[in-house]
């Protein structure tokens, strides 16, 4: 480890004692072999560390609460109310799914009476395509392969 790295882990997890083991081991490896981290981890435990822990816990006096209180009010008042979306009451449920339903099977048989969307045309189509690639059924005219005269 380098003394930048050390320093930024000292002022970090290091000193909160989040560091895993083997970390923390290897910063203490570096602060005993580098005078300048070990000057440096003495003066943040003086400077910062100990002040901080020594400091007592201070309750601010009671106007300052009633003022967040009565300020968080006056924000719920005056903030924009949001659109909620709503949902179907279990009365208008029914209906509509059954209206999703009876749509549903019109549209799926004016499909079917159309020819559109069937499964067995399609796979007509296909087999057409992959039988004109092999050249059967197809005249090529000089012209090349079988998917030249396709897309010729």
């Not at 549903?104 to 067995?120: K, M, W």
Request: hydrophobic share 40%.
């Amino acid at each position: 480890m380098n003394c930048a790295n050390v320093r930024d882990l000292l002022m970090t997890d290091y000193t909160d004692g989040e560091l895993k083991d083997k970390t923390a081991g290897k910063v203490r490896e570096h602060i005993a072999t580098c005078p300048k981290c070990k000057e440096f981890e003495e003066a943040l435990k003086n400077n910062v560390i100990s002040p901080l822990k020594s400091a007592g816990r201070k309750k601010p006096p009671d106007f300052i609460w009633e003022r967040i209180k009565s300020r968080i009010i006056t924000e719920r008042e005056t903030a924009p109310r949001k659109a909620s979306l709503r949902i179907l009451k279990p009365v208008f449920a029914v209906p509509v799914v059954a209206v999703a339903v009876f749509t549903l099977i019109v549209i799926t048989h004016f499909y079917r009476a159309a020819g559109i969307g069937t499964v067995d045309s399609y796979m007509e189509e296909q087999a057409s395509f992959i039988a004109n690639l092999d050249g059967v059924g197809t005249e090529t005219n000089g012209l090349g392969t079988s998917i030249e005269e396709f897309l010729l």
